[in-house]
C-alpha cells in the first residue's frame, strides 16, 4: 500500500491518475481512445489508457472505493503554488485533515472528479471567522478551500482547468465501427496468409482438448457450474483461465492455466481473498547452495579410477584428468594407431567405474567406424546424419576425437 496525494475536484466529469504513480504502483492499463479539454474547449489532450485503483481513507482504513482513473503524463503543476502561511483558525488544529501538509507545495498524484466527489462528501461544514476559508468534512478527512496568504510573498498564477472527457467523439467514433462490415471478413489476405488460415482451421484442436480439460474438473468436482444467483452475487469473484499447448509433452499436451491475481469489475481478485499460508518449499537460494557443495558423484568417480588405475592406462587416465569435462571428454593425437589405444584405454578405464561409452565421434574413418559398430543412443536421425559433415570440418592430419561416457 502507497500513500498518494489527490486533488478534489467537483467541476471534473472524470478522474485521472499520472503515469508516474500507475508505474509506481504496478497497475494494469487498459487501452481506451478520448480527449479531455479545459477552458475555452481548445488544446485537446488525448488519452490513452485508463486504470483501476481502490483508494483508501488515512483517517479511516474501513472506507475504500474503486477508482476509474485516465492516465495522464502530468495532472497539474506543484499545489498550493508557494508555501503558505499555517491559517489563523484554532479549530483546524482539532481537525483531522485529509492533507497535514496542505501549507507545503507538492505534486498532486491524482485528481478525484465529480463521481468521487459525491461519494466522500459527508455532513460537517465549518467557516473561518474572517470568512475566507472554509472546511468540509469528507470520508478523507477535513478539506480546506479559499484564499489564503502566501509566507514568502511570491506571485502566483493560478489556473482551475475543468476536465471532460470528449464523450462526444467517443460516441461518434463507436457509430462508425459499428457501422463498419465486418472488416476481418473483407480483408484480402495474402496466399501465405490464406494458406496460414487454412492450416490453423484444419489442425486446431486446442479448444476441444481444453474443453476435455475442464469437463474433467467437472467430473471430479473441482468446479461446478454457476447458478443464478451466483451470477447476481456482487461479491463473486472471477477466476479466468487460458489453455497452454504443449506438444513436446509425453503426457499432458494441453493443460490449464489459471490467473487468481486478474481482478474483476469489484477490483478484487481471489488471490485477494484467500488466506496466505506459510511457505511449503525451501528457499530456493539454500537450495542451490547446498547442492553445490556436493560434486556430482559420476565424475568424482571417473577421477578416482583415473587415480587408481592410471598405470595400467596412463593414456587414458591423463585424458580424463585434463581433457574431460562433466560426462563428455573431447581430445585429440597424431596417429590413428594411437587413437585407437586412447579409445580402447578409454572403454576399459570407464568400465572400471560402470559406466560405458555412450555417443562417438572421430576424424579418422577407421577410429569411427569401430565407434559406429556400438550402439549409440542417438536423439534421432538429425544427430546421427550430423557425424560425417563434422568430420569434414576437422584437419585431416591430427586424429581428433569425442565420446560421451555417461549418457
Given at each position: 500500500m502507497s500513500t498518494i496525494r489527490a486533488l478534489l475536484d467537483q467541476g471534473s466529469q472524470a478522474s485521472f491518475v499520472t503515469e508516474r504513480t500507475v508505474q509506481s504502483l504496478g497497475l494494469h492499463k487498459q487501452a481506451v481512445e478520448g480527449s479531455i479539454t479545459g477552458i475555452g474547449g481548445h488544446n485537446k489532450l488525448t488519452l490513452n489508457?485508463?486504470?483501476?485503483?481502490?483508494?483508501?481513507?488515512?483517517?479511516?482504513?474501513?472506507f475504500e472505493l474503486v477508482v476509474k482513473a485516465y492516465v495522464l503524463k502530468s495532472i497539474t503543476s506543484l499545489l498550493p503554488g508557494g508555501e503558505i502561511?499555517?491559517?489563523?483558525?484554532?479549530q483546524v488544529s482539532d481537525m483531522e485533515l485529509a492533507d497535514p501538509r496542505y501549507n507545503k507545495p507538492d505534486k498532486v498524484d491524482m485528481l478525484l472528479g465529480a463521481e468521487i466527489y459525491s461519494q466522500v462528501l459527508q455532513n460537517g461544514f465549518k467557516r473561518a471567522p474572517?470568512?475566507?476559508?472554509?472546511?468540509?468534512?469528507?470520508?478523507?478527512?477535513?478539506?480546506?478551500?479559499?484564499t489564503v496568504a502566501s509566507a514568502s510573498q511570491q506571485t502566483s498564477n493560478i489556473t482551475v482547468m475543468h476536465a471532460q472527457l470528449g464523450n462526444d467523439e467517443i460516441l461518434k467514433k463507436f457509430w462508425e465501427i459499428?457501422?463498419?462490415?465486418?472488416?476481418?471478413?473483407?480483408?484480402?489476405?495474402?496466399?501465405?496468409e490464406a494458406r496460414c488460415e487454412e492450416t490453423f482451421m484444419a489442425t486446431s484442436t486446442n479448444k476441444g482438448k481444453c474443453a476435455e480439460v475442464m469437463k474433467e474438473s467437472l467430473?471430479?468436482?473441482?468446479?461446478?457450474?454457476?447458478?443464478?444467483s451466483d451470477e447476481q452475487n456482487e461479491h463473486a469473484v472471477y477466476l479466468p483461465h487460458h489453455a497452454v499447448a504443449r506438444?513436446?509433452?509425453d503426457t499432458t499436451k494441453v493443460r490449464v492455466v489459471?490467473?487468481?491475481s486478474c481482478k474483476g469489475k469489484n477490483g478484487v481478485a481471489l488471490?485477494?481473498?484467500?488466506?496466505?499460508?506459510?511457505?511449503?518449499?525451501?528457499d530456493l537460494r539454500n537450495l542451490l547452495i547446498d547442492w553445490r557443495t556436493h560434486p556430482l558423484l559420476a565424475v568424482r568417480s571417473m577421477l578416482q579410477v583415473a587415480y587408481d588405475d592410471g598405470v595400467k592406462y596412463p593414456l587414458a587416465a591423463e585424458r580424463v584428468l585434463k581433457d574431460d569435462y562433466v560426462n563428455d571428454l573431447m581430445t585429440g593425437c597424431d596417429t590413428t594407431k594411437e587413437g585407437m589405444k586412447i579409445y580402447n584405454q578409454m572403454n576399459e578405464l570407464i568400465a572400471k567405474a560402470g559406466f560405458t561409452e555412450q555417443k562417438g565421434l572421430s576424424s579418422s574413418s577407421e577410429l569411427l567406424e569401430k565407434m559406429i559398430g556400438k550402439k549409440y543412443s542417438f536423439k534421432g536421425k538429425d544427430e546421427a546424419e550430423r557425424l560425417p559433415a563434422l568430420q569434414e570440418t576437422v584437419k585431416k592430419e591430427k586424429i581428433v576425437s569425442f565420446w560421451n561416457w555417461m549418457g
Open positions: 489508457s485508463v486504470v483501476e485503483i481502490k483508494i483508501q481513507s488515512r483517517i479511516n482504513s474501513s502561511s499555517y491559517l489563523d483558525w484554532t474572517d470568512g475566507s476559508t472554509i472546511a468540509q468534512a469528507t470520508s478523507l478527512g477535513w478539506i480546506l478551500s479559499g459499428d457501422k463498419e462490415p465486418n472488416r476481418i471478413r473483407k480483408q484480402r489476405l495474402t496466399e501465405e467430473q471430479l468436482g473441482h468446479m461446478r457450474e454457476l447458478s443464478k506438444n513436446d509433452k489459471f490467473d487468481a488471490n485477494d481473498d484467500l488466506m496466505i499460508g506459510p511457505r511449503l518449499q525451501p
